[in-house]
């Protein structure tokens, strides 16, 4: 059974400060893996999508890794920003095609302090 | 686009109430997901719909829920009878092919 863990449960920073946020899982047999943000009392909204071949994806001051052998990506966000504030979660595609399930992590509950 | 739109925001109840939440995809999208979310168990995927057709209803937790796609453009998630437990945050998505899922604002339901 896959299960995806994020760690920490929640961080807070300075502003300006370079984060990593974590996410591990446990069947290295995925499709892709896909971070999203939540705010709050909002729905996902996606953030980067990487393929099971790919290593690395960027979008602006955001870097998703993957590492699917040792079951582990992170989300890497340069220069923190106020409105960086928010809950960023993980999900695996389980499977060899997109058509399997998004697994969800609890998330990482960030907050970037001015 | 307007984004998928999901009704009502917000949904208080009595327990042994029937629910019924609704859900408009992007238009386009072949695919159409209902989520719950709550603090103990976070998210999890109920149900998902690929062209009008249920493909995985393996995540509806009992007999009491139940979900519909009549057409492209319409999603119901039912739950009747309502119970305390089932609240949470129910979110519906849509997506292109099972890529990019494109999530709604969300309905918090609250079952007393």
């Known amino acids: 059974k896959q299960e995806v863990t994020q760690i920490p449960a929640a961080l807070s920073v300075p502003e300006g400060e370079n984060l990593v946020l974590n996410c591990s899982f446990t069947?290295?047999?995925?499709?892709?893996l896909q971070w999203f943000r939540q705010d709050p009392g909002k729905g996902l909204t996606s953030l980067l999508l990487?393929?099971?071949?790919?290593r690395e994806q960027t979008s602006g001051r955001l870097n998703a890794s993957l590492d699917k052998s040792s079951g582990r990506s992170t989300l890497y966000i340069a220069a923190s920003q106020p409105g960086d504030s928010a809950t960023y979660l993980c999900?695996?595609?389980?499977?060899?095609?997109?058509?399997?399930?998004?697994?969800f992590g609890q998330g990482t509950t960030l907050q970037v302090k001015p | 686009d307007a984004g998928v739109i999901q009704s009502p925001r917000h949904e208080v109840t009595e327990m042994g109430q029937e629910v019924t939440l609704r859900c408009k995809p992007i238009?386009?999208?072949?695919?159409l997901f209902w989520y719950r979310q709550t603090m103990m168990r976070g998210l999890e995927l109920l149900i998902y719909?690929?062209?009008?057709?249920?493909?995985?209803d393996s995540g509806m937790p009992e007999d009491r829920f139940s979900a519909k796609m009549p057409n492209a453009s319409f999603s119901t998630l039912k739950i009747q009878p309502s119970e305390p437990r089932d609240s949470a945050v129910y979110f519906c998505?849509?997506?292109?092919?099972?890529?990019?899922?494109?999530f709604g604002p969300g309905t918090r339901l609250l079952v007393l």
């Open positions: 998505a849509s997506s292109r092919s099972q890529e990019t899922q494109y």
């Open positions: 990487i393929q099971s071949s790919q």
């Open positions: 719909f690929n062209n009008n057709v249920p493909i995985d």
């Open positions: 238009s386009g999208h072949d695919y």
């Open positions: 069947d290295s047999a995925i499709y892709n």
């Open positions: 999900a695996v595609r389980r499977g060899s095609s997109n058509t399997g399930k998004l697994i």
